[in-house]
């Protein structure tokens, strides 16, 4: 793979072809916010907090630096007006959400979002789908998924495959950013012991 | 819905790509909705996770996932049957079936549902009970239509 | 039915099919069109074949369903060849007066023609009617004349010579110079040059490519996809043999929504009978060029049309939208490079390379060539399927051929394009139908929905309208488009509530702004267009809403109950 140089909010960085901004970035110590991103998952471009402004044949544009791939003589500014705008008002839309986060309050702090900007929202989860996509990609068990469209996406625990399933990985934690999971894995795992079709794992 | 033909209609489907939605839209077609056995049963033979399954299922409004009742009225709230005044044929039907978009009566007579665009927007507002249009629909002619089925 | 080898045995054919047809004979031709339908055509179209067979007329009087015929306001529509006499609002009781006066006697029916309600003046025959006679119908003229499940009638009309002329006139090369040269743009909503969309696909590397039909048409509003795919499949299929020659591909497919019946089995039976006659498969007219073609079914929602949604679809996965950092002319579906146009794109491709580049170019703008299909909905007198030159006044397309707006009331605004498009103003209402034009004022053609607002239609609720809708069709992938369209969808039902608050305008353009910066694809960004646009042209509507609790179009019910309305009436 040849080498290509980019230059990062001023400095000249070496990355290799195939390699995202986000990459590239991370390799030469510059910090790009993310949520949505996990380094054992495909990329997955949900979040856009990682939003960097690019420049590249006299054109400026405001892309995903997790999905964006490098490319000879790309310039790119991970912090601006506009793309500091971009994120503070993502970080309010998710705050609605999970006002507690503590990754979203950092943050909020840095970017100067207000948590209260906006009604608050019944919902915890703020849809990054790492659970989601580590159950599938990384254990291969695809015991919580999303369901619906739209406003009215959500994820959802799978009782079959999460009684025989999660009681002993619960990998998948950690990873969450808000305390969405925990509670959608309590509510199944209510589900699961008052129905006598599913048997928890942990009391065979 | 019998396993015989759930197992007939993944046989034909099998190894296509996209069969999994293909699938689910002839048992649709044939059961009028999706019961989770059978759900469970297309993960299986078609390999595919239960959670995709459900993610498809759940994804596209036109599957049914709890049962329908036997008369299905569409309203079209697309724009132009909207700026005609398709909340008002809307209003007319949920007065006189008790039910609200996405719900179905005790009774199983009428499931209620909105759509986007039937395509008929010259004939706004549109309605469609049981695959069969209504265009310029005026309430008291809905009232009568409505009184027809069982 | 043989299979044709050479393009001196499809000329034979030809010739042969027009033989059998007696030049004066008298035929029906009933729209088979969803509107006509609805109004009761299939009652009509019986009571011909009784009528016919009661008077043992079966080999004097031909009778072909066809696709729509465009006017469908005032359907049922028949139409009776070769004078091309129109009758509209057909009942099934005028079916004998028809026959004996009209079929038999060559007399006009009075009572059953068009009446200019202004004028007064009669239009017996279907080119004089204002909304026919003021179109340029180089696309769906067809359709009255052809029976959509007979690819004979499509050869008699002269289908099928512009794929002879490209695979045995021309190179791959030239047939994609042509194109370029036209300058056809596309018709599905962006106005991409085709031709240079052809070329990247034709250059990216891999020996396996596709070409995709989008026959989806998601957008709430548009209708005139189905008109002449379901009426004319040939042309369009035509088409994309075609491009799949420029391009390279051997593999096609037809991405359409299953919920149209009849659309269905005309594709299908298209695709079979030209692959009867050798128009597609195998060594296509002895040229040795291959294609097939498949057709996806799918239910669909909104999102599903996105090009890069479509393809996942197609994959048969979840039809999730994917940044098109890498386009998918390079990498689209399995990662082959795929070349998607719509419809309307594919249709005009026959007309240019029969045509000429040159003689396609002079019709339309400067940026924009060819014609444009529209389907005009909403207040106006004269709904339908209509198409006409790009660059024609919008004033025309609703006064024209649209006859103005009914019940005395004032036209307000047009809106373009469903919920990605936007609103213009009555007074800009001399804009030339024209893609950078439109997209300049903020309302983006799209794939040709056009929607004519009275008087009575609040724009704010419209703009809460189309993020409804939004909210329910996108897929929920990423944050500024869900949460987004959540919050701005709050915040306009709130307004049209009368429970506005000062600043509510500037949070909704912070919004708009960031989700039409930061969202993942076309739709998020797109989305907060209608809203942007009736702010720009509409802003004293807004602030009559929050500042003084009024709704000026009296159609927020809320509102219309509160003093602030009562007041204005």
Same mark, same amino acid.
Request: proline share 5%.
């Given at each position: ?79 601006? =007006? ?120 942990? =009391?065979? | ?150 | 039915? @043989?299979?044709?080898?050479?393009? @001196? ?98 007399? /006009? ?123 004319? $499949?040939?042309? /369009? ?73 479509? %393809? ?80 024609? $006044? ?44 439109? @997209? ?18 609040? %724009? ?51 919004? @708009? ?16 267009? $209608? ?39």
């Amino acid at each position: 793979m040849s080498e290509i140089i980019i230059q990062i909010d001023g400095r000249d960085v070496a990355a290799r072809e195939g390699m995202t901004i986000l990459e590239a970035a991370q390799t030469a110590g510059i910090t790009i916010p993310t949520l949505c991103h996990h380094e054992k998952l495909e990329p997955y471009g949900a979040c856009r907090i990682c939003t960097v402004e690019i420049e590249n044949r006299g054109r400026t544009r405001l892309v995903a630096a997790c999905l964006y791939p490098v490319e000879k003589d790309l310039v790119v500014r991970t912090r601006s =007006e506009k793309v500091d705008r971009i994120r503070k008002v993502i970080l309010e839309l998710l705050l609605a959400h999970a006002p507690e986060a503590t990754e979203l309050q950092v943050l909020a702090k840095e970017y100067g979002a207000d948590k209260d900007r906006f009604e608050k929202e019944s919902s915890f989860c703020i849809l990054c789908g790492l659970c989601v996509r580590y159950c599938a990609e990384v254990k291969k068990k695809h015991a919580v998924g999303f369901v619906d469209r739209g406003t009215g996406r959500e994820i959802s625990f799978i009782p079959e495959i999460a009684s025989r399933e999660c009681w002993n990985c619960k990998e998948c934690f950690p990873l969450c950013p808000t305390e969405a999971l925990q509670a959608a894995y309590v509510l199944t795992e209510a589900l699961i012991s008052s129905s006598p079709s599913f048997k928890l794992e942990a =009391e065979e | 819905m019998d396993n015989d033909s759930i197992d007939q209609i993944i046989d034909k489907q099998r190894g296509k790509p996209g069969s999994l939605i293909q699938v689910l839209m002839e048992i649709q077609d044939k059961n009028q909705w999706l019961p989770r056995e059978a759900l469970e049963k297309v993960s299986e033979k078609l390999e595919v996770p239960l959670s995709r399954v459900l993610r498809i299922a759940t994804f596209y409004k036109t599957f049914k996932l709890i049962p329908e009742g036997r008369h299905k009225i569409h309203i079209c709230t697309g724009t132009a049957c909207h700026v005609r005044g398709a909340q008002r044929v809307l209003d007319t039907v949920q007065d006189l079936t008790g039910i609200k978009p996405g719900e179905t009566d005790p009774d199983l007579k009428f499931s209620l549902e909105t759509v986007n665009c039937l395509g008929c927007c010259t004939l706004g507002p549109v309605l469609e009970i049981d695959g069969k249009t209504f265009g310029k629909a005026a309430p008291a002619e809905i009232a009568d239509e409505l009184k027809k089925y069982e | 039915m @043989a299979r044709i080898s050479s393009v @001196a045995e499809l000329e034979e054919l030809r010739k042969d099919i027009l033989s059998k047809r007696e030049p004066g004979k008298p035929w029906i031709a009933f729209c088979g069109g969803i509107g006509c339908l609805c109004l009761g055509n299939d009652r009509v179209i019986s009571a011909f074949a009784e009528e016919i067979r009661k008077q043992s007329l079966e080999a004097k009087v031909g009778l072909r369903m066809t696709g729509c015929h465009g006017f469908c306001e005032k359907g049922p529509s028949v139409v009776i060849y070769p004078e091309e006499v129109c009758y509209l609002e057909v009942t099934p009781e005028d079916v004998p007066e028809i026959i004996a006066q009209t079929v038999v006697g060559k007399k /006009v029916i009075d009572r059953l023609v068009y009446t200019d309600p202004k004028t007064g003046e009669k239009a017996a025959h279907l080119f004089e009617i204002p909304f026919y006679r003021n179109q340029t119908r180089f696309l769906i003229g067809n359709n009255p004349r052809i029976n959509p499940r007979s690819i004979d009638d499509y050869l008699a009309a002269g289908g099928y010579s512009a794929l002879a002329k490209a695979l045995f006139e021309m190179s791959p090369e030239q047939v994609l110079a042509e194109i370029k040269k036209a300058n056809l743009r596309g018709r599905g909503g962006g106005g991409f040059p085709a031709g240079l969309k052809w070329e990247t696909a034709r250059n990216a590397p891999g020996e396996e490519k596709y070409v995709i039909v989008n026959a989806h048409e998601g957008e709430p509003g548009a209708f005139m996809d189905r008109a002449l795919f379901t009426g004319n $499949p040939h042309c /369009v299929l035509e088409g994309l043999i075609i491009g799949a020659y420029a391009i390279g591909a051997h593999q096609g497919f037809i991405y359409t929504r299953h919920d149209n019946p009849q659309l269905r089995e005309n594709i299908d039976i298209a695709l079979a009978q030209a692959k009867e006659y050798g128009l597609l498969g195998e060594n296509i007219l002895g040229s040795g060029f291959n294609f097939n073609v498949e057709v996806h079914l799918d239910i669909g929602i909104f999102v599903s049309g996105e090009s890069s949604a479509l %393809m996942r679809s197609i994959e048969g996965k979840a039809p999730e939208p994917r940044p098109k950092y890498i386009r998918t002319s390079v990498s689209g579906i399995w990662e082959k490079p795929s070349n998607l146009n719509n419809v309307e794109t594919w249709a005009n491709v026959p007309m240019i390379i029969n045509k000429g580049s040159a003689w396609y170019a002079g019709i339309g703008t400067e940026r924009s060539k060819g014609t444009k299909l529209i389907s005009l909905s909403g207040k106006v007198c004269n709904t339908g399927v209509v198409e006409v030159p790009l660059g024609t $006044p919008l004033k025309e397309i609703v006064y024209g051929i649209g006859g103005g707006i009914p019940n005395g009331k004032k036209l307000k605004a047009v809106h373009f394009g469903g919920p990605m498009g936007g609103s213009l103003p009555e007074s800009l209402i001399d804009t030339p139908l024209d893609f950078d034009a439109l @997209a300049k004022l903020g309302a983006p053609m799209g794939a040709g929905a056009m929607l004519v607002i009275d008087e009575d239609t609040c %724009m704010v609720d419209l703009a809460r309208h189309f993020l409804e809708f939004l909210a329910g069709e996108s897929c929920g992938k990423c944050v500024p488009c869900r949460e987004g369209i959540r919050q701005m969808l709050k915040i306009l039902t709130r307004i049209t509530k009368g429970k506005g608050k000062e600043g509510d305008l500037e949070l909704l353009e912070e919004l @708009a702004g960031v989700t039409r910066e930061a969202a993942l694809c076309a739709l998020g960004r797109s989305a907060p267009n $209608p809203f942007l646009s009736t702010l720009k042209y509409f802003r004293d509507e807004y602030e009559a809403h929050i500042k003084e609790k009024r709704c000026p179009a009296l159609s927020c019910k809320e509102l219309s109950a509160s003093g602030g309305a009562k007041k204005n009436e």
